[in-house]
């Protein structure tokens, strides 16, 4: 595939993307449900078009990372079809979108060296500003799932912390694409988290949880490009 029809294809898929977004954001209820699938659709195309012209080392490991994360989101709008909650299904797709986020972090460890002492700095922070923040908006996730919250909220912010200690040591395009995505990924669970489970929800947090999570999607799947 050539690098135009790369990009077009890229491009066409990224504001496919947005446009489901703003569908998404404009529905309610159960019609948010196809629109939410069709951006993960849309954000994992994106990489699919530009995996050509990337780093063959990298960029097959964050295609397949993109690709699980695509499908936890589709398992979660399948949870949406139920009257009530699934929690079996939650665990799931956390499992699954746990697992696209180290497919991630792998690739960039096979390539690249990271220095640990920065990476695990980073991790520490943004984990200490996480509970934080959980503590100050009393966040409580439902019996049985505080554990996995946990364990999802680390995988998280280790990617980012990855992503971001990489593009620090080795500024380029697409680490400073793929820091940024990873972390608008933690910002987003961390507001999802408090619209969902916290004292006052608010709509604020939803909408910042949406968005800076289509964002990250975008992000990780155009630094592929640049890797």
């Known amino acids: 595939m050539s690098v ?3 990009l077009i294809l890229a491009i066409a898929a990224s504001l496919g993307c947005l ?3 703003f569908f998404y954001l404009k529905a309610k209820g159960q019609a948010r449900r196809l629109p939410y699938s069709l951006s993960a659709v849309f954000a ?4 699919m078009a530009l995996v050509p012209q990337g780093s063959p080392g990298v960029a097959m490991w964050l295609l397949g990372g993109s690709g699980l994360i695509a499908l936890a989101d589709l398992l979660l709008s399948l949870r949406k079809r139920e009257a009530g909650d699934v929690p079996a299904l939650l665990l799931i797709a956390e ?3 746990a697992a696209g986020f180290l ?3 792998n690739g960039l460890m096979v390539v690249y060296q990271p220095e640990w002492e920065g990476v695990l700095s980073l991790f520490l922070v943004g984990l200490i500003a996480a509970l934080s923040y959980k503590k100050r908006k009393g966040i409580r996730p439902q019996h049985g799932l505080q554990i996995p919250v946990l364990l999802y909220l680390c995988t998280v912010l280790f990617m980012g912390s990855l992503g971001i200690a990489l593009a620090v040591r080795n500024p380029s395009a697409g680490l400073i694409l793929l820091g940024l995505g990873g972390v608008c990924f933690a ?3 961390n507001a999802q988290l408090a619209h969902s489970y916290g004292k006052k929800p608010a709509c604020e ?3 910042f949880a949406r968005g800076t999570y289509f964002l990250a999607q975008l992000l990780l799947g155009w630094s592929i490009l640049f890797l």
């Open 4 to 6: 135009t029809l790369s």
């Open 19 to 21: 446009a489901s977004v």
């Open 44 to 47: 994992l195309f994106v990489a």
């Open 95 to 97: 499992v699954v979108s």
């Open 103 to 105: 497919a991630c972090a």
């Open 187 to 189: 910002l987003s669970l």
């Open 205 to 207: 947090q939803y909408l």
